[in-house]
Nanobody, 120 residues
Framework: EVHVVESGGGLVQPGGSLRLSCAASGFLFSAFDMTWVRQAPGKGIEWVSDISSGGGRTSYVDSVKGRFTISRDNAKNTLYLQMNSLKTEDTASYHC?????????????RGQGTQVTVSS
């Protein structure tokens, strides 16, 4: 059974940092591109970043470029999102998705997500 578990969220002040993790199981993780998406309260699901299966290609939404870094460890079946210089507008539930998902839907959210709250 395909399973993803996101973790690492929390409450952080503006300008702070967090590192999110997505532990995957039930599929050949190393063969798939992976994506981070987020959903803020009352808003739609937004694509944040994606990474190729081998990690050699990454993409970011303009609003996080230069602040967020996506990476993966295929030996550990884990996807990461390093978030620096966090802003209040980054507050959202963050989810990982399997594949390169640039137009995410609810069906792409397999895990519970991890809540990131940026507030002073």
């Amino acid at each position: 059974e395909v399973h993803v578990v996101e973790s690492g969220g929390g409450l952080v002040q503006p300008g702070g940092s967090l590192r999110l993790s997505c532990a995957a199981s039930g599929f050949l993780f190393s063969a798939f591109d992976m994506t981070w998406v987020r959903q803020a309260p009352g808003k739609g699901i937004e694509w944040v970043s994606d990474i190729s299966s081998g990690g050699g290609r990454t993409s970011y939404v303009d609003s996080v470029k230069g602040r967020f870094t996506i990476s993966r460890d295929n030996a550990k079946n884990t996807l990461y999102l390093q978030m620096n210089s966090l802003k209040t507008e980054d507050t959202a539930s963050y989810h990982c998705a399997i594949g390169r998902v640039t137009m995410p839907r609810v069906a792409d959210l397999r895990g519970q997500g991890t809540q990131v709250t940026v507030s002073s």
